[in-house]
């Protein structure tokens, strides 16, 4: 299985649904992610997903 890099595009699923986000940061055993932006929070969503949980984007 291949590591994302920074700047990956990844899908992923959250609550039953399909999101895509880019790679922010990378971990040992995990992606933080950064998938939309908050309007009432004036800030990016971010989230952790597992390498088992992703696929990269092409």
Same mark, same amino acid.
């Given at each position: 299985?291949?590591?994302?890099?920074?700047?990956?595009?990844?899908?992923? $699923?959250?609550?039953?649904?399909?999101?895509e986000?880019?790679?922010?940061?990378i971990?040992?055993?995990?992606?933080?992610? $950064? %998938?939309?932006?908050?309007?009432?929070?004036?800030e990016?969503?971010?989230?952790?997903?597992?390498?088992?949980? %992703?696929?990269?984007?092409?």
């Open positions: 299985m291949a590591t994302a890099k920074i700047g990956d595009v990844i899908s992923f $699923q959250r609550e039953g649904k399909k999101l986000g880019v790679v922010s940061g971990r040992e055993n995990s992606v933080m992610v $950064q %998938y939309g932006f908050s309007k009432e929070k004036d990016p969503l971010t989230t952790i997903v597992n390498h088992k949980n %992703y696929k990269i984007k092409k």
